[in-house]
T-cell receptor, first 118, second 111 residues
Framework: NAGVMQNPRHLVRRRGQEARLRCSPM?????VYWYRQLPEEGLKFMVY????????ESGMPKERFSAEFPKEGPSILRIQQVVRGDSAAYFC????????????????FGPGTRLLVL | DAKTTQPTSMDCAEGRAANLPCNHS???????VYWYRQIHSQGPQYIIH???NNETNEMASLIITEDRKSSTLILPHATLRDTAVYYC????????????FGKGTRLSVIA
């Protein structure tokens, strides 16, 4: 039973380039979350998506960042025109559909993508 | 901001029980207590969660006080591989909501 998968694990970009981070949720999970961890800091929520819908993007920077979770394929976090301050570890988590009778909302995390902007 | 307070760091001798405290005095009735850990720079690993009853699984035990204002995560026989940052998080489960991570407790297991 494969866990959450993220790729690439490491990504190096020069300032001004685009970064695309991919996340495949656990089998059967339809909810995806993206978190960012700056060096020596805790994880910060960025965006929460269900299939084809953005549910909560309150943690996303207003510019250059976007996310999608298409009907088919992985979730994508896209960062346009990267700057050095975008260097961080980006973690994806997934969870099952909400159920009121059983607690199925536990989030399981992937290994992360470490982005380095030169 | 995180709704929990944890000690910044703790040490534990290998083979001994590690008891990690967490205060969550403003917890609401519909909020669970979740524990995750992050080993070095890996992705956070789910450990355990609970509402008001004590919980145990293959990794740890969770003891929640009767008033639910604090809890303790217990690793019964700590090993060197348990060295990590441990995060205590309160989260509603009436829907899928983002987790709010604080600074956690850095547990060092010493041989």
């Amino acid at each position: 039973n494969a866990g959450v998968m993220q790729n690439p694990r490491h990504l190096v970009r020069r300032r001004g380039q685009e970064a695309r981070l991919r996340c495949s949720p656990m089998k059967g999970h339809s909810h995806v979350y993206w978190y960012r961890q700056l060096p020596e800091e805790g994880l910060k929520f960025m965006v929460y998506l269900q299939k084809e819908n953005i549910i909560d993007e309150s943690g996303m920077p207003k510019e250059r960042f976007s996310a999608e979770f298409p009907k088919e394929g992985p979730s994508i976090l896209r960062i346009q025109q990267v700057v050095r301050g975008d260097s961080a570890a980006y973690f994806c988590a997934s969870s099952l559909q909400t159920s009121r009778t059983t607690n199925q909302e536990t989030q399981y995390f992937g290994p992360g993508t470490r982005l380095l902007v030169l | 901001d995180a709704k929990t307070t944890q000690p910044t760091s703790m040490d534990c001798a290998e083979g001994r029980a590690a008891n990690l405290p967490c205060n969550h005095s403003t917890i609401s009735g519909n909020e669970y207590v979740y524990w995750y850990r992050q080993i070095h720079s890996q992705g956070p690993q789910y450990i355990i969660h609970g509402l008001k009853n004590n919980e145990t699984n293959e990794m740890a035990s969770l003891i929640i006080t009767e008033d639910r204002k604090s809890s303790t995560l217990i690793l019964p026989h700590a090993t060197l591989r348990d060295t990590a940052v441990y995060y205590c998080i309160v989260s509603v489960t009436s829907g899928n909501t983002p987790l709010v991570f604080g600074k956690g407790t850095r547990l060092s297991v010493i041989a």
